[in-house]
């Protein structure tokens, strides 16, 4: 098992590169069911995908992937699809079950594996299902999978989503491609993500209108044959990275990215005293001399982010007083409370609240990885920390961020994978 060796103490110099969203790419290569050949760029080269693209060659469509160049090329003859999405991809890949609504779409049925819990939460599907059966699909769920049908072919309606959900979101988008007639969805996620998919399907022939939280989808009458497609930049990367900078960096930027698109998390940053200098594609971060204490709660964009809530966390570590942080997305989120504190953390959960009482100062140990978000603050307090920290279980960190260490190298980080 792969771990990654911190020497912390030393000030982040330099440029970082952002890569591809992994929460934009996975929707569409979902998506690219119903697409007859896609050509997709800035695709971040991480297990999520490729897992994803497991997915898809199971299937049936015919996948070329370029590690240098970041692109993937999608085609699909579709001769023998198979509509199955098997719980051995789906399990460890939850996004699997973004196949369900191009399946159903395209072939009018779909047997897709429940996706299960992971370690932040049940992760339930309930909305996912509820909006394809306002659509006209037959559902029953028997031995773990889903069975989800509809010889009719499914009618657009209106659904009003009793709660937010990014997935339920992208699943009705897709089911909604080519219901007969107008569907409007309400109350609908609109992370940046769901509009890089909307632009997506846009590409493809679809008249998509979003205004606020209300999403209308005319059937599609022209499937366009070829579509191109750059995935958008990762906000959470993104996030990430001005993070490490606000925690030892000194004039590190980071350019080819919309700042539009992150102004709550600059603000954020800017109120506990950063300096931070904005423009529209690029920011300069340098470490704030005195942290000041904040209250976060996280929410669906354009809210704070639960991506970032560990991140975050560790520069809340460097303030001064106590910081709060409200975790309002998922119920079991701050297992990298009890790692943080084993590096000297002074943090108190009461419920789905955190105290986090700074300033601490927290010292290098040996400490493991338990979910995509969590092992990153792992590595942002190693950075901070004295002595050296080693992060176990870095499987779960190569899910979601592409070459970390090798982006931190370059910033003069001294952090190696062994
Ligand atoms: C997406 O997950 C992201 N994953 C998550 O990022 C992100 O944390 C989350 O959205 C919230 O922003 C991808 O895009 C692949 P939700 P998703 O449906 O779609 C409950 C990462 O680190 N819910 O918006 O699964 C759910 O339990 C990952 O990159 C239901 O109750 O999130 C949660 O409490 C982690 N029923 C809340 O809604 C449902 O049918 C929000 O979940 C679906 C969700």
Do not use: W
């Not at 010292?363 to 603050?377: I, K, P």
């Amino acid at each position: 098992m792969q771990k990654l060796l911190i020497k912390g103490k030393t000030s982040l110099k330099g440029k970082i590169l952002i890569s591809g969203s992994k929460n934009a790419t996975l929707p569409i290569l979902a998506a690219s069911i119903l697409a007859k050949e896609v050509n997709l760029s800035n695709i971040p080269m991480v297990k999520d995908i490729f897992t994803m693209v497991e997915l898809l060659k199971f299937m049936g469509a015919s996948i070329k992937i370029s590690k240098k160049k970041n692109s993937i090329n999608i085609k699909n003859n579709f001769k023998k699809i198979n509509t199955l999405a098997p719980y051995k991809l789906v399990k460890t890949m939850r996004a699997g079950v973004l196949a369900l609504g191009p399946l159903l779409t395209k072939f009018k049925k779909a047997k897709v594996s429940l996706p299960g819990g992971c370690a932040i939460g049940t992760r339930p599907v309930d909305l996912h299902l509820f909006a394809l059966k306002k659509l006209g699909a037959r559902i029953k769920i028997k031995d773990g999978y889903i069975l989800a049908n509809t010889p009719k072919g499914l009618v657009g309606t209106t659904i009003i989503f009793p709660k937010i959900s990014v997935g339920a979101t992208e699943n009705a988008l897709l089911a909604a491609f080519n219901a007969r007639g107008k569907t409007i969805l309400k109350n609908c996620a609109i992370e940046p993500e769901i509009m890089d998919l909307i632009n997506f399907l846009k590409k493809l022939g679809s008249r998509i209108d979003v205004k606020g939280r209300k999403i209308i989808i005319f059937k599609n009458e022209k499937i366009i044959k070829k579509i191109k497609h750059k995935i958008i930049f990762d906000r959470i990367e993104l996030g990430t990275y001005m993070i490490a900078a606000a925690l030892i960096g000194k004039k590190i930027k980071i350019t080819k990215i919309d700042t539009n698109v992150i102004k709550n998390e600059i603000n954020v940053l800017k109120k506990m005293g950063i300096d931070i200098k904005v423009s529209k594609n690029s920011i300069e971060i340098s470490k704030g001399k005195k942290l000041k204490k904040i209250n976060i709660k996280t929410m669906p964009y354009p809210g704070f982010p639960t991506d970032l809530q560990a991140q975050l966390m560790v520069l809340m570590t460097q303030a001064d007083g106590t910081s709060k942080i409200v975790e309002n997305i998922f119920e079991n989120r701050f297992m990298h409370v009890p790692e943080l504190k084993r590096m000297g953390a002074n943090i108190v959960i009461r419920n789905k609240t955190a105290f986090v009482i700074g300033p601490s100062k927290l010292t290098g140990a040996e400490v493991m990885a338990t979910d995509l978000r969590a092992s990153v603050s792992l590595v942002l307090a190693g950075l901070v920390a004295d002595k050296r920290t080693i992060i176990n279980r870095i499987y779960h960190l190569d899910r979601g961020y592409e070459k970390l260490e090798v982006k931190l190298q370059k910033c003069k980080a001294l952090i190696k994978r062994i």
